[in-house]
Structures are given as structure tokens and as C-alpha cells.
């Protein structure tokens, strides 16, 4: 096949797409696919022009001497070019009308591709939120949890602390009740042990009573006993007076006798346990009889003093004690007080 021939064959294949597109009113496809075939249609046409220019050349060649083509041809060729330019033309219109359509269909489909993006990013917005929310309210279950936790924890403590503290005063009162025992065991004892010191010195202070008693009757005794004894002597020195006879005037010089003086001779004769009375006094208390009189009157007082200290200490330390002589005047007291 000629190359006019080929190129007449690819102008008829475009032909053919142009009227496809022309017939096409269901539209199966979309505008930009449809803009993609046209655009290869236009490709087709555009390899077709190259030789079609060239064809066109050579059939407006004037000049015989250069001519080519014989008339038929000449005929053909531009028959050829006229279709040629109107399947160019109508290719291009096409191809305007698909860009538009193409752009139109571009921006519905973009504005499709927001409207779904906007939504996926609502939906996922949307997810996003009730993720939080699910883990707001998780955050929001742990916080309280953990807030009740904590009010348990306080609450008990709080109860630890309170058993403590009844605990700690229980102790403290069990020690208080104790110590209070102990005070009236100690008071208790203390008393039994002043009721028995009471005693004893109320029983020592009687014996005491006692003892100076006996030693006061033997005091007196004794006493009385001197008193005779001296009453006894003087009698005597009396008597001995009386048979002495009359005192004679001195010889050779000598000093007479005093009334009622002895001779040495005499003295000498006399008993140590007697001493010389004078015949003409009568007889007085010695100082031994006095002292003794005496200690005993202070003793007598001290011992009253005592019983009545040791009666008065006994009866608090014993409650309903009855009170003893000591207190009263003993009979021994009296009797010591009397002969004092």
C-alpha cells in the first residue's frame, strides 16, 4: 500500500472515532476519559498533517515542470486534505467541548473528594471524640476509683486511729484505776501499819506507865524509909544529947567544948553511915532526898504528856478505840503525880 493510501486509512480510522463520538449520547463513560481518546484521535491526526501538508503541497504545485501529481490525483489529494481538515476541526471542537465537560466533571469530583474527605475526617473527627470520651470517661471512672480508694484508705486510718486512741485511753484509765488501787493499798497499809504502830505505842506507853509507876512506889519507899532513918538519927542525937553531963570549965589552958560538940575520941567512934547531927537543929530534907523528888515530879509530867500523845495517835490510827488512862489520869499517874 501507498504511503496516500495509508494516510487515507489512518484519516478514515479518525473519521470513524469522530462519528463514535458524535453517536455517543448515553455517555458510558466519563468526560475526561473520553477527552483522553479524543486526544489520541488528535495524536493520529496530528501524524496525519505532516503528510497531508506535504500532499496538499504537491497537488498546488503550479509549475509543470515540478508537478507530480497527474489531475485525478491532484483531485484526490485535496479531496483528501478538505477531509482532513474538517475531521482536524471537528476533532479540536470535540476535543474544547470534552475539556470543559472534563473540567466540570474535575471539579465535581474534587468537590466529591473534599465532601468525602470532610466526611471521612468528620467520621474520624467523630471517632476521635468518642475515643476521648470513652477515655475521658475511663480517666474519669480511675479518678473516682481512686478518690474512693482514698476515702477508704482515710476512712481507715480514721478508725485505726480512733481504736488507737480508745485503746490508748482504756490503757490510760485500767492505769489510772490502778494507780488508784495501789494509793488505797498504800493508804490502806499505811494505816494498818499507823493502827499498828498506835498500838504498840499505846501498849508501850502503858508498860511505860507501868515501869515508872513501880519506879515512883519504889522511889517513895525508899523515900519514906530516909525520912525514917533520919528521923530515927535524930532521935538518937537527941538522946545522947540528954545523957551527956554538964560541961565543965577548962583546965591547963584548954578550949572548952562547944554545947553539943564531940570529942575526937568520940567521933572517931561514931558509924560512917551516920553523920553528925547538929542536937540543936532539927532535921531538914538532904539534897539527894530533893533531887530525887524533883526528877521524879518531871518524870511523872513527861509520862502523862506521853500517854496522852500515844492515847491520841492510837485513836486516829483506830477508829472507836476507847481512850486509856493516859488520857484520863491513870491510876498510876495519879499516884506518881501525888507522891511527887
Avoid at 179 to 191: I, Q, S
Avoid at 195 to 202: D, F, T, V
Avoid at 232 to 255: H, I, K, V
Wanted: net charge negative; charged share 25%; with cysteine.
Amino acid at each position: 500500500m501507498t504511503l496516500f493510501g495509508k494516510t487515507v486509512s489512518t484519516l478514515e480510522e479518525c473519521e470513524k472515532a469522530l462519528q463514535a463520538f458524535n453517536n455517543d449520547t448515553t455517555l458510558s463513560t466519563s468526560a475526561t476519559e473520553r477527552l483522553s481518546k479524543m486526544k489520541q484521535v488528535l495524536g493520529s491526526l496530528e501524524g496525519v498533517r505532516a503528510v497531508a501538508d506535504k500532499f496538499k503541497k504537491n497537488a498546488d504545485e503550479i509549475d509543470p515542470a515540478k508537478k507530480t501529481y497527474g489531475s485525478g490525483m491532484v483531485l484526490k489529494v485535496l479531496a483528501f486534505y478538505d477531509r482532513f481538515a474538517q475531521a482536524s476541526a471537528t476533532a479540536h471542537e470535540i476535543e474544547t467541548s470534552l475539556a470543559k465537560e472534563s473540567e466540570a466533571e474535575q471539579a465535581i469530583i474534587r468537590k466529591a473528594e473534599e465532601q468525602a474527605e470532610a466526611l471521612k475526617q468528620a467520621e474520624e473527627a467523630a471517632v476521635r471524640a468518642q475515643e476521648e470520651a470513652r477515655l475521658a470517661k475511663i480517666a474519669e471512672e480511675k479518678a473516682a476509683l481512686a478518690k474512693l480508694a482514698l476515702q477508704q484508705k482515710a476512712e481507715a486510718e480514721r478508725v485505726k486511729a480512733a481504736a488507737i486512741e480508745r485503746k490508748r485511753e482504756e490503757d490510760m484509765e485500767k492505769e489510772r484505776k490502778r494507780k488508784e488501787a495501789e494509793e488505797a493499798e498504800k493508804e490502806k497499809v499505811l494505816a494498818e501499819i499507823k493502827r499498828q504502830e498506835g498500838i504498840a505505842q499505846l501498849l508501850a506507853a502503858e508498860k511505860a506507865a507501868e515501869a515508872l509507876s513501880a519506879a515512883n512506889l519504889l522511889a517513895a519507899e525508899k523515900a519514906e524509909q530516909f525520912q525514917k532513918d533520919n528521923e530515927e538519927r535524930d532521935a538518937r542525937a537527941q538522946e545522947a544529947l540528954a545523957s551527956q553531963p554538964p560541961p565543965q570549965p577548962p583546965t591547963n589552958g584548954a578550949t572548952p567544948l562547944a554545947v553539943g560538940a564531940q570529942s575526937p575520941a568520940s567521933s572517931a567512934h561514931q558509924t560512917p553511915s551516920q553523920p553528925p547531927v547538929s542536937p540543936l537543929t532539927p532535921s531538914t530534907p538532904t539534897p539527894g532526898l530533893v533531887s530525887l523528888e524533883q526528877q521524879a515530879r518531871v518524870a511523872a509530867q513527861t509520862l502523862a504528856a506521853a500517854l496522852s500523845a500515844a492515847t491520841s495517835v492510837a485513836a486516829a490510827a483506830v477508829p472507836g478505840m476507847p481512850t486509856t488512862g493516859a488520857a484520863t489520869g491513870s491510876p498510876a499517874s495519879s499516884s506518881v503525880a501525888g507522891q511527887a
